[in-house]
């Protein structure tokens, strides 16, 4: 399980202040056993910004996730720390966090030249998508390693029958993925009532989780909420 603390950023700029600090909440996750840190370093900067992301660089000893947008500026900054991975991921300046997969198939020219570019500076690349055949397929034929299914369908689910077809989707596109020869990873909107379910769809490696852990964390401490987290996910 990676822990995005994207929302512990989110804190500290809402009055510009220097607490709470998005790296001390990183590595108290790491200590509490987190197998990784993710980050969306988004164009606006309404969380992490870029000084976070090159303290996190040097800083945590598990691995780093870097989410963002495919844009120029935000590429040359991923070739130049270098993270361990990157989520590549849509964004869209009005959203509250990120709504939807990627568009890989529509988008297939400008996302294989990003990802090319990526694994040529030796950063392994996921890509953030709805557990749609087409968009996984799409994913292979860019050459993505990862690819990441967006659960917050199934998260945001408000019937039994509902969250169950989101359920059956997710464990169709996982098997896809892994049949393809894709690393599987699953997040958004993951909860300390909804994720354990999914960790009965073996093809999923990894989960990443932020938000729900932050707001537990706020109440009961970062290394608690992880701790908590990781009992469910790991079964």
Known sequence: MSVNVDHVATLRQARRAKQPDPVAAALLAESAGADGIIVHLREDRRHIQDHDLRVLRQTIKTHLNLEMAGAEEITGIALEVSPHMATLVPERRQELTTEGGLDVFGQRETLAHVVERLREGGIRVSLFLDPDPEQIRAAKAVKAHVVEIHTGPYADAVS???????????????????????????????????????????????????????ARAVLVGMERAVREMLALVRG
């Open 160 to 214: 039994e029958g509902a969250r169950r077809d989101e359920f059956l989707r997710i464990r169709e596109a996982a098997r896809l993925a892994a049949d393809l020869g894709l690393e599987v990873h699953a997040g958004h909107g993951l909860d300390y009532e909804n994720a354990a379910p999914l960790v009965s769809i073996g093809e999923i490696v990894e989960f990443s989780i932020g938000h729900s852990i932050v």
